[in-house]
């Protein structure tokens, strides 16, 4: 089962990590004690932490902004293929059924 979270318990989340990964041992220490704060799974945290950095330039990668963009850019080329197929129909249908060669 998928728990969506917050865009406000997202940011909450990856801002207590940056400001207090200092007092833990390990990176993995530090995500490991605040997404049990926050009652979440370690690795959601770690996935957020990652993205964030790729977000601010930070990482390479691919930007939250971006592949939203190619998510709905996909969607679009998906609609038209659908709509082009059954315009392709429609006209082939109508072909058949006014041809005058046709008995």
């Known amino acids: 089962m998928s728990t969506r979270y917050s865009a406000e318990v997202r940011a909450k989340s990856v801002r207590l990590f940056r400001e207090h990964s200092g007092d833990y041992p390990s990176e993995w220490a ?11 799974n370690p ?9 964030a950095e790729v977000d601010q330039g930070q990482a390479p990668g691919v930007t939250t902004e971006s592949a939203k963009e190619v998510r709905e850019l ?24 006014y041809d005058p060669l046709l008995p």
């Open 43 to 51: 690795e959601t945290l770690r996935k957020w932490i990652r993205q």
């Open 74 to 97: 996909k969607r679009k080329v998906s609609e038209l293929e659908r709509t082009i197929e059954i315009l392709k129909a429609a006209s082939a249908f109508f072909a058949r059924e």
């Open 30 to 40: 530090a995500i490991r004690a605040i997404s049990g704060r926050m009652g979440m």
